[in-house]
């Protein structure tokens, strides 16, 4: 081995201290969502352990600790003066706003599935197999669908489907839509909200989440308007939609291009796929920044694997970009494609035949 550079070996070990301190505060943050601590905080008054122990009937000597190492992480302020801690506008919005448009706490849940299914990936990179979605721990399903729908509730209504040509008038005066890989139907639902005139119709491979997404739909008042059913992205039913969406699960299917001809099948003549993916430039050497390295290691632990569980199993990862995504586009049988709308953390593309 070549002998380090002293400064830059301690510059280096600083930033894996950061690192450490990010890795231990996520499960904390796991903790104060649970167990409804930071929306105990939401209020923003500022508390002492003791109080926030009152008004949350847990422990004030954990709480103490846990707001200690929130304060640490700037999670929480503190007040050396008052000894006492608050949740500021921009934590609270973070951690305590489930219905809003920045809520992130739920995106630590998805970090914990890494966690507890490592050891599976890890013999997946010796035998080369996948690991299904499935075969994930429970957890992953409920973040993956916290942390994604704060964006679509941000963007899917007022910027992405307006983006799109045509398709904002077709769905106000009743339109059929299909919501392909629908997870716990946060996006279905979303749409059949602010459209109350159309048709929505959820599939989704795996049963669980179907049963879920049908509970979230009667709370919302919408299940009469939606019809999820467990189906794959090559065999859900053609019932020429006017929109197929396909929100950011395109990269996690085995044959992609299977499933984009199958979606030219179910379309209306006029009927337009709707493609939503992570956000990801062409290039390695672009993507090597804080979202980058988000989207590359959930690529790895989770989007990669699962391609590879399944037929053909491509693998096209969270970092596709656009031109891949074309490629998969135009030999699935679509003539048209373009970049319709972006947000720091997806991509929304435009593709017709």
């Known amino acids: 081995m070549t002998a380090p550079n002293p400064e830059k070996l301690n510059a280096f070990l600083g930033k894996l201290v950061g690192d450490l301190g990010a890795t231990a505060s996520a ?7 649970r167990l409804g601590i930071y929306k105990a905080m939401a209020d923003g008054k500022a508390v002492t352990p003791d109080e926030l ?5 847990l422990k004030e000597r954990y709480l103490r600790e846990w707001l200690s190492a ?13 000894k006492k801690f608050k949740l500021n506008p921009e934590q609270a919005c973070a951690f305590a706003d489930e219905g809003g448009p920045a809520f992130f706490a739920g995106a630590f849940e998805v970090a914990q599935a890494m966690w507890l299914d490592e050891g599976k990936v890890a013999e997946a990179f010796k035998t080369g197999k996948g690991v299904g979605w499935h075969e ?10 916290r942390f994604f729908r704060p964006g679509y509730n941000a963007n899917l209504v007022s910027q992405w489907i307006p983006a799109l040509k045509g398709v904002t008038a077709k769905l106000e005066k009743g339109a059929k ?29 795996h049963a669980p989440s179907i049963v879920r997404a049908k509970q979230m739909a009667k709370e919302a008042g919408v299940s009469k308007r939606i019809m999820f059913e467990q189906a794959s992205a090559k065999d859900y039913p053609a019932l020429e939609y006017d929109m197929v969406a396909f ?15 199958h979606v030219k099948s179910t379309m209306a003549t006029d009927g337009t796929w709707m493609i939503v993916e992570p ?32 037929e053909v199993g491509m693998g096209l990862g969270a970092q596709a970009g656009e031109g891949r995504l074309k490629k998969v586009a135009k030999e699935a049988g679509f003539t048209k494609f373009r970049r319709a709308a972006e947000t720091p953390f997806n991509l929304v593309f435009e593709a017709r035949a």
């Open 27 to 33: 499960a904390l943050v796991l903790i104060g969502d």
């Open 53 to 57: 122990a009152t008004k949350t009937k």
């Open 70 to 82: 929130q304060a640490a992480a700037g999670y929480v302020d503190y007040n050396p003066k008052t």
């Open 136 to 145: 994930h721990s429970t957890c992953l399903f409920r973040g993956t669908e």
């Open 177 to 205: 839509v299909a919501d392909v890989g629908c997870g716990h139907g946060a996006s279905t639902i979303l749409m059949a909200l602010a459209y109350p005139k159309s048709k929505f119709y959820g599939y989704d491979y």
């Open 247 to 261: 929100f950011d699960c395109l990269h996690d299917m085995g044959d992609p291009i299977g499933a984009g001809k």
């Open 279 to 310: 956000f990801a430039h062409d290039d390695l050497k672009d993507n090597l920044n804080p979202v980058g390295r988000v989207y590359y290691a959930a690529s790895t632990l989770i989007c990669t694997p699962a391609s590879l569980s399944q």
